[in-house]
């Protein structure tokens, strides 16, 4: 049994409202931090948990604190990230959705940390419910003196207001973000300046994701140190897994990254194996726009060492054999599903959900949205692998925003891993509308050559 | 006495220049001139925050100053990119850069129409010139392209959607110069659209000025539309006193009609200054409603680059060459081309040749056949 954090309470009855989550122990890191630390000492201890970012990037969180500039007399803002909208990740949905006071009690110690008085939950559109829920427990807050004038009689004043979306993934990037939070068009801006120096409404802003702010909480409440013990590395304390596919018990996981990949999918605690006793295909281990892993270098690494459920492990050995913790939306395939569809399918979000601003990634995701299809649909050429390759190789990396990157990993990895798979689709036209490739060799062990 | 200005030194493609801080990569290149300025689809000078969207002026940063001389990991924008002391840029020296341009001018004409035989821009469009320059000879695309529903910008403007390359100038032209905008852009990714909402005409005095700074044939002047083929007309400078704009312009001529007014514009394509000292930003009554040539003073032939297809025997001070015919002919006159048909007894003469279908074949003329 893991360490438990974020959801150590989350089965409690009624932790969503204000009086059972403060009967539970909630709120003690707001009066720690505001009656005993400075908001120097808040972001020392972030820094020393080696809390990273946990929207996907994995950027060392306190390090971006550091990054804040501080001019006088100009307000800063802290924004949370709640746009949470990459397929195969509804982690942030569940911690919002059920213990929402724990969102809000990371913000109130951020805010102070940061200087912040003006907090903002920028809220994925679709999550419309989950807006009332966060309002109501803001509300509470309000009422019991977390949040308003002179909290705890220490002289911070702050407020949040929750904002909701308009349903554009785009709006997940922190720039264009603040873009669509100022009321404009959410087109990712061009860095530098970064947000820490020229965020919102051109002020110094840090924007997090929720599960990071909400981490804020057991690091104020047991120390950066002693949260720093969880886990291994570089990979500290606890991370929130939404696992999905054809397993058998998909959910929020809270796992303390120790564990290995195999045990994570197979144990009764986790995932519970594969659905109907099918065999392991592939895995999609960060969200969509992470490399897809076939199982032998799921479970294994290209040296032969077992794979765990952490950042440095699940990237071992790059884009070539390895793939990303990413934000850990943990997209599991069994060996009926068909990577080629699977990849038309993400091909074709990452075309939606383009914001058409810059060339490579408006014209490029649906070109390959394109020749997937046809591919799929047995009228592709051998020639259009290849095309699929360069394609994807000449967005990579050119573009103003990630979005890019994150529409041509995906392609790049299933080329990479699977193209036997493509190839049997463009050989067998006909077969490929009705049957499956299936397993093939993609779990057989892998030839370790002996160092 | 002042104190001296700190100059940055930036080397690019081995050239070392001296810039202001706060120049961009491109402003330095456009400084050193000739092959190292990267091209610009997005970015215009004279408009604020344009640029860092078209990725055709991506450059690689060998060395990002003297102080950090580490490169940047990624292809930099270079309108977007400000140098540091000490930078070392690479345009046209790094086969990754020319490799990326490629991509990114392969990616702009997948869904153009390429319609350049009936484009009114055709001749001084930069798309063309960038893709003469840097684009692949043929596509590798085989779907259909990208339509778009019609709008109608009014009078004045016609504006071709399919052919635009979302380069947001003309948003920001409607932000920055005209008091209202009215237009922008509509939808995402790949069907995001340059539009009017409800179909809302422009109707600003200085809207006009956002097809000169269409890069493309996207917003044309409909008072010229299928008139002439830029390269027909002949501009000259000309200027007229207006009290709402400089008056300051560029008419394009064919004998003493004009055909079009523009503004004027250097050589990167972008409206120059005006005498005055600001951007040169003409009105629309200039602009659309003095096409006869008694409303201007002409200032004279402007001067055209003469490796644009516009210059084509226009240049200033030409001397015709000498006849040579007379001399290698010890004399005689040239004689003038002749119809043989008509005269020639081997070829029929009564045999009409334009009764002929296809082309004229010996058994055509065969006596038996005749």
Same mark, same amino acid.
């Given at each position: 049994?893991?360490?438990?954090?974020?959801?150590?309470?989350?089965?409690?009855?009624?932790?969503?409202?204000?009086?059972?989550?403060?009967?539970?122990?909630?709120?003690?890191?707001?009066?720690?931090?505001?009656?005993?630390?400075?908001?120097?000492?808040?972001?020392?201890?972030?820094?020393?948990?080696?809390?990273?970012?946990?929207?996907?990037?994995?950027?060392?969180?306190?390090? $971006?604190?550091?990054?804040?500039?501080?001019?006088?007399?100009?307000?800063?803002?802290?924004?949370?990230?709640? %746009?949470?909208?990459?397929?195969?990740?509804?982690? %942030?949905?569940?911690?919002?959705?059920?213990?929402?006071?724990?969102?809000?009690?990371?913000?109130?110690?951020?805010?102070?940390?940061?200087?912040?008085?003006?907090?903002?939950?920028?809220?994925?559109?679709?999550?419309?419910?989950?807006?009332?829920?966060?309002?109501?427990?803001?509300?509470?807050?309000?009422?019991?003196?977390?949040?308003?004038?002179?909290?705890?009689?220490?002289?911070?004043?702050?407020?949040?207001?929750?904002?909701?979306?308009?349903? /554009?993934?785009?709006?997940?990037?922190?720039?264009?973000?603040?873009?669509?939070?100022?009321?404009?068009?959410?087109?990712?801006?061009?860095?530098?300046?970064?947000?820490?120096?020229?965020?919102?409404?051109?002020?110094?802003?840090?924007?997090?994701?929720?599960?990071?702010?909400?981490?804020?909480?057991?690091?104020?409440?047991?120390?950066?140190?002693?949260?720093?013990?969880?886990?291994?590395?570089? @990979?500290?304390?606890?991370?929130?897994?939404? /696992?999905?596919?054809?397993?058998?018990?998909?959910?929020?996981?809270?796992?303390?990254?120790?564990?290995?990949?195999?045990?994570?999918?197979?144990? %009764?605690?986790?995932?519970?194996?594969?659905?109907?006793?099918?065999?392991?295909?592939?895995?999609?281990?960060?969200?969509?726009?992470?490399?897809?892993?076939?199982?032998?270098?799921?479970?294994?690494?290209? $040296?032969?060492?077992?794979?765990?459920?952490?950042?440095?492990?699940? @990237?071992?050995?790059?884009?070539?054999?390895?793939?990303?913790?990413? @934000?850990?939306?943990?997209?599991?395939?069994?060996?009926?599903?068909?990577?080629? $569809?699977?990849?038309?399918?993400?091909?074709?979000?990452?075309?939606?959900?383009?914001?058409?601003?810059?060339?490579?990634?408006?014209?490029?995701?649906?070109?390959?949205?394109?020749?997937?299809?046809?591919?799929?649909?047995?009228?592709?050429?051998?020639?259009?692998?290849?095309?699929?390759?360069?394609?994807?190789?000449?967005?990579?990396?050119?573009?103003?925003?990630?979005?890019?990157?994150?529409?041509?990993?995906?392609?790049?990895?299933?080329?990479?891993?699977?193209? %036997?798979?493509?190839?049997?689709?463009?050989?067998?036209?006909?077969?490929?509308?009705?049957?499956?490739?299936?397993?093939?060799?993609? /779990?057989?062990?892998?030839?370790?050559?002996?160092? | 006495?002042?104190?001296?200005?700190?100059?940055?030194?930036?080397?690019?493609?081995?050239?070392?220049?001296?810039?202001?801080?706060?120049?961009?990569?491109?402003?330095?290149?456009?400084?050193?001139?000739?092959?190292?300025?990267?091209?610009?689809?997005?970015?215009?000078?004279?408009?604020?925050?344009?640029?860092?969207?078209?990725?055709?002026? +991506?450059?690689?940063?060998?060395?990002?100053?003297?102080?950090?001389?580490?490169?940047?990991?990624? #292809?930099?924008?270079?309108?977007?990119?400000?140098?540091?002391?000490?930078?070392?840029?690479?345009?046209?020296?790094?086969?990754?850069?020319?490799?990326?341009?490629?991509?990114?001018?392969?990616? +702009?004409?997948?869904?153009?129409? #390429?319609?350049?035989?009936?484009?009114?821009?055709?001749?001084?469009?930069?798309?063309?010139?960038?893709?003469?320059?840097?684009?692949?000879?043929?596509?590798?695309?085989?779907?259909? =392209?990208?339509?778009?529903?019609?709008?109608?910008?009014?009078?004045?403007?016609?504006?071709?959607?399919?052919?635009?390359?979302?380069?947001?100038?003309?948003?920001?032209?409607?932000?920055?110069?005209?008091?209202? =905008?009215?237009?922008?852009?509509?939808?995402?990714?790949?069907?995001?659209?340059?539009?009017?909402?409800?179909?809302?005409?422009?109707?600003?005095?200085?809207?006009?000025?956002?097809?000169?700074?269409?890069?493309?044939?996207?917003?044309?002047?409909?008072?010229?539309?299928?008139?002439?083929?830029?390269?027909?007309?002949?501009?000259?400078?000309?200027?007229?006193?207006?009290?709402?704009?400089?008056?300051?312009?560029?008419?394009?001529?064919?004998?003493?009609? *004009?055909?079009?007014?523009?503004?004027?514009?250097?050589?990167?394509?972008?409206?120059?200054?005006?005498?005055?000292?600001?951007?040169?930003?003409?009105?629309?009554?200039? =602009?659309?409603?003095?096409?006869?040539?008694?409303?201007?003073?002409?200032?004279? #032939?402007?001067?055209?680059? =003469?490796?644009?297809?516009?210059?084509?025997?226009?240049?200033?001070? +030409? *001397?015709?060459?000498?006849?040579?015919?007379?001399?290698?002919?010890?004399?005689?006159?040239?004689?003038?081309?002749?119809?043989?048909?008509?005269?020639?007894?081997?070829?029929?003469?009564?045999?009409?040749?334009?009764?002929?279908?296809?082309?004229?074949?010996?058994?055509?003329?065969?006596?038996?056949?005749?």
């Amino acid at each position: 049994m893991g360490v438990k954090l974020l959801l150590e309470k989350a089965h409690v009855e009624n932790i969503r409202l204000y009086d059972v989550y403060r009967r539970e122990g909630g709120y003690r890191s707001v009066e720690k931090a505001l009656k005993t630390l400075s908001p120097d000492q808040v972001t020392e201890e972030v820094k020393k948990s080696g809390l990273r970012g946990r929207g996907g990037a994995g950027f060392p969180a306190g390090m $971006k604190w550091s990054f804040l500039a501080k001019p006088e007399g100009v307000p800063r803002y802290l924004v949370c990230n709640a %746009d949470e909208s990459e397929p195969g990740t509804f982690k %942030d949905r569940y911690l919002m959705e059920f213990i929402p006071h724990l969102l809000i009690e990371g913000l109130i110690v951020s805010s102070y940390a940061l200087g912040s008085s003006r907090t903002y939950i920028y809220i994925r559109g679709e999550y419309a419910w989950i807006v009332d829920i966060l309002e109501q427990a803001i509300a509470e807050a309000k009422n019991n003196g977390w949040l308003g004038k002179n909290i705890l009689g220490t002289g911070f004043d702050c407020e949040i207001y929750v904002q909701r979306g308009a349903g /554009a993934y785009i709006c997940g990037e922190e720039t264009a973000l603040l873009e669509s939070l100022e009321g404009k068009r959410g087109n990712p801006r061009i860095k530098p300046p970064f947000p820490a120096v020229k965020g919102l409404y051109g002020c110094p802003t840090v924007v997090n994701n929720v599960e990071t702010l909400a981490a804020v909480v057991p690091i104020i409440n047991m120390g950066g140190e002693e949260y720093a013990k969880i886990g291994v590395g570089r @990979s500290t304390g606890t991370k929130l897994i939404s /696992a999905c596919g054809n397993i058998n018990k998909p959910g929020v996981y809270e796992i303390d990254m120790t564990i290995s990949v195999e045990e994570f999918i197979y144990s %009764d605690e986790y995932c519970g194996g594969i659905r109907n006793g099918k065999r392991l295909k592939a895995c999609i281990p960060g969200g969509s726009s992470v490399p897809i892993l076939p199982a032998n270098l799921l479970l294994k690494t290209a $040296k032969g060492e077992t794979r765990y459920m952490n950042y440095e492990s699940l @990237s071992d050995g790059g884009f070539a054999t390895g793939s990303m913790m990413g @934000s850990g939306g943990f997209i599991v395939l069994d060996e009926d599903q068909c990577v080629v $569809k699977n990849t038309y399918t993400l091909a074709r979000f990452y075309r939606h959900e383009s914001c058409g601003q810059c060339s490579p990634c408006r014209e490029g995701t649906g070109w390959m949205e394109k020749i997937l299809l046809s591919i799929e649909n047995g009228k592709g050429k051998m020639s259009d692998i290849d095309l699929l390759w360069d394609i994807q190789r000449k967005i990579e990396g050119n573009t103003i925003c990630p979005l890019g990157d994150a529409a041509a990993w995906p392609v790049a990895a299933a080329i990479r891993h699977f193209r %036997d798979e493509f190839e049997w689709h463009v050989l067998n036209p006909d077969k490929c509308l009705t049957e499956n490739y299936g397993l093939r060799h993609y /779990a057989d062990p892998i030839h370790v050559p002996v160092a | 006495m002042a104190e001296e200005k700190k100059l940055f030194k930036v080397t690019i493609d081995n050239i070392t220049i001296e810039v202001e801080p706060g120049t961009s990569i491109l402003n330095a290149a456009r400084k050193i001139g000739g092959d190292v300025v990267p091209p610009a689809m997005c970015y215009y000078s004279k408009l604020k925050d344009s640029g860092g969207k078209c990725r055709t002026c +991506l450059v690689r940063v060998a060395a990002g100053s003297t102080a950090d001389p580490r490169p940047m990991p990624k #292809l930099v924008a270079s309108c977007r990119t400000n140098v540091m002391d000490g930078m070392i840029v690479e345009n046209i020296t790094s086969p990754a850069v020319q490799e990326a341009r490629k991509g990114v001018v392969e990616f +702009l004409l997948i869904n153009h129409p #390429l319609d350049c035989p009936i484009c009114d821009q055709a001749g001084e469009c930069h798309l063309q010139d960038l893709s003469y320059e840097h684009g692949a000879e043929s596509t590798r695309y085989e779907f259909n =392209r990208r339509t778009f529903k019609k709008h109608d910008l009014g009078p004045y403007i016609q504006l071709h959607m399919t052919r635009c390359i979302l380069c947001y100038r003309c948003v920001f032209t409607a932000d920055q110069v005209t008091n209202k =905008r009215v237009h922008g852009v509509l939808d995402r990714g790949d069907h995001s659209e340059i539009a009017t909402y409800i179909e809302k005409n422009l109707n600003n005095d200085f809207i006009g000025n956002v097809i000169d700074v269409c890069p493309v044939g996207a917003l044309t002047d409909k008072t010229f539309r299928f008139k002439n083929r830029v390269w027909f007309t002949k501009p000259v400078d000309a200027h007229r006193n207006c009290d709402k704009c400089c008056g300051e312009v560029q008419l394009w001529m064919r004998g003493d009609e *004009v055909f079009r007014v523009t503004a004027r514009k250097d050589e990167y394509g972008e409206i120059k200054d005006s005498s005055k000292g600001s951007t040169g930003w003409i009105c629309n009554e200039c =602009r659309f409603e003095k096409k006869n040539a008694s409303d201007w003073v002409i200032e004279g #032939l402007s001067n055209i680059s =003469r490796h644009s297809v516009i210059s084509q025997g226009k240049y200033p001070g +030409l *001397v015709k060459p000498n006849e040579t015919v007379v001399e290698v002919m010890n004399g005689h006159a040239p004689r003038l081309m002749m119809n043989i048909h008509s005269v020639s007894e081997v070829n029929k003469p009564e045999i009409e040749l334009s009764k002929i279908a296809g082309p004229a074949h010996s058994s055509d003329f065969n006596s038996n056949n005749a």
